[in-house]
């Protein structure tokens, strides 16, 4: 299982990158604790999930070639 | 949602005076409308710290930015009484000074357009997956925060 997980905003700076392939996490939930204990600092982040393009606040079931995107605090306009 | 198309809402670099009065002069053939009101964003140079914001480089999401944008149109359309509607948003670096956000909609009473363009500009800067970071003359940068 794949899942693509795209970083934007500060949340890529934390990471230095644009994009990281997971294979074991099945939940929004689970992913969210892999990324924090890898990455410290992404927690003060606040950032929240987009599930292939639409905003999930509730822990939510992931499912193969799925696209996570890790979304700051939107700053536009 | 309607079959509506989707509008191509993001320019790269800032929005010029020129390309507003262009767009303002190509609705003088829609005579059913009475009334057009118009939201410009512009780059604030704001002190952070004693230090002076020199321009926003702004990043997106584009492929989620287009749907979020679209879904604000459909449901504005649905909502006011509207003849036209377009919303442009520049990425890359604008500097401070320079328009970075553009929302023009018209409409045959003042009411609707005031109401109807309010709401557009709000519901993009809680809504549309867009990121601003904001430059210093020392080349230095912090990601922006929404007020």
């Given at each position: 299982m794949t899942i693509n997980v795209l970083f934007f905003g500060v949340a890529a700076d934390i990471t230095g990158k644009s994009k990281i392939e997971f294979t074991d996490v099945n939940d929004t939930d689970g992913l969210r604790k892999q990324l924090v204990e890898k990455y410290n600092?992404?927690?003060?982040?606040?950032?929240?999930?987009?599930?292939?393009?639409?905003v999930v606040k509730e822990n939510t079931k992931l499912s193969d070639g799925d696209t996570v995107a890790i979304l700051p605090p939107f700053s536009g306009g | 949602m309607s079959d509506r198309k989707k509008h191509k809402v993001f320019i790269e670099g800032a929005i010029t005076p020129q390309f507003i009065a262009d767009s303002i002069a190509k609705h003088s053939t829609k005579k059913n409308i009475g009334a057009h009101d118009i939201f410009l964003g512009q780059v604030r140079n704001d002190m952070i710290n004693g230090k002076e914001v020199r321009a926003i480089d702004y990043t997106t999401y584009q492929e989620m930015a287009e749907d979020v944008l679209h879904e604000i149109r459909e449901?504005?359309?649905?909502?006011?009484d509207l003849t036209c509607m377009h919303i442009y948003h520049s990425v890359g670096k604008i500097n401070a000074g320079e328009i970075s956000l553009f929302v023009f909609v018209s409409s045959a009473h003042r009411k609707m357009a005031f109401d109807a363009c309010r709401e557009i500009v709000e519901r993009i800067k809680k809504e549309v997956p867009v990121w601003g970071k904001e430059i210093f003359?020392?080349?230095?940068?912090?990601?922006?925060?929404?007020?």
């Open positions: 600092t992404l927690e003060k982040s606040h950032f929240i999930f987009a599930l292939n393009k639409q | 449901a504005t359309f649905a909502k006011f003359e020392d080349e230095t940068y912090e990601w922006k925060q929404n007020t």
